[in-house]
């Protein structure tokens, strides 16, 4: 069998965290960390190029840790990383940022990272909270290589208008404490 399973879930989880460096640098010594991962039961595919992850699966690597019910890990025939995929009730993120001393977190029901799209999607319930911001919706992607976020959220329905309005983006700012006052 093909050492693939342990090489994809590194690289997955350390590029991963850079959905979480939006602001702020994430923990530079997370990548040098050992990565454990934790599940009720593992499959993998070497034909399928997939390795499946399922039951209260749990992902650590220095201050990085992931939670979910399913990470599904695709890769390519050389065994580099195509896509992941972490699903839960919801799926969790959280690390601790330099210099920081509030972890940044995440959740939705589902969380997807596409290496060739160089893309993190935050799906149904998604939620990012870093010290002083805090982005909520339906659906939250973050392209890694432009460093850019776009959110949005599904029409609520309940009558037609509002279908035709859309739903909302939430997106709170923390104030900035005033350092020149006595």
């Known amino acids: 069998m093909k050492?693939?399973?342990?090489?994809?879930?590194?690289?997955?989880?350390?590029?991963i965290w850079m959905l979480f460096?939006?602001?702020?640098?994430?923990?530079?010594?997370?990548?040098?960390?050992?990565?454990?991962?934790?599940?009720?039961?593992?499959?993998?595919?070497d034909i399928k190029n997939v390795s499946i992850y399922r039951g209260n699966v749990i992902v650590v690597q220095g201050s990085i840790r992931m939670t979910g019910e399913?990470?599904?890990v695709y890769h390519t025939e050389s065994d580099e990383l195509q896509d992941l995929i972490l699903e839960g009730s919801p799926a969790t993120y959280r690390q601790m940022p330099d210099k920081g001393?509030?972890?940044?977190?995440?959740?939705a029901?589902?969380?997807?990272?596409?290496?060739?799209?160089?893309?993190?999607?935050?799906i149904d319930k998604a939620l990012v909270t870093q010290e002083?911001?805090?982005?909520?919706?339906?659906?939250i992607e973050y392209d890694t290589a432009l460093s850019q976020v776009k959110a949005w959220s599904k029409p609520r329905a309940?009558?037609?208008?509002?279908?035709?309005?859309?739903?909302?983006?939430?997106?709170i700012i923390k104030k900035k404490k005033?350092?020149?006052?006595p």
Request: aromatic residues 4%; hydrophobic residues 40%; charged residues 25%.
């Open 158 to 171: 309940e009558t037609e208008q509002e279908a035709t309005n859309g739903g909302r983006v939430k997106i």
């Open 3 to 15: 050492q693939h399973g342990k090489a994809i879930l590194c690289a997955a989880a350390g590029l």
């Open 109 to 122: 029901l589902r969380m997807e990272y596409h290496e060739t799209k160089s893309l993190v999607v935050l």
């Open 132 to 139: 002083g911001l805090r982005f909520s919706g339906d659906r």
């Open 178 to 181: 005033d350092t020149t006052a």
């Open 21 to 45: 460096s939006l602001p702020a640098l994430a923990l530079s010594t997370d990548s040098d960390q050992p990565i454990e991962v934790e599940a009720d039961s593992a499959e993998l595919d």
């Open 70 to 72: 399913i990470m599904t």
């Open 101 to 107: 001393t509030v972890y940044d977190t995440a959740e």
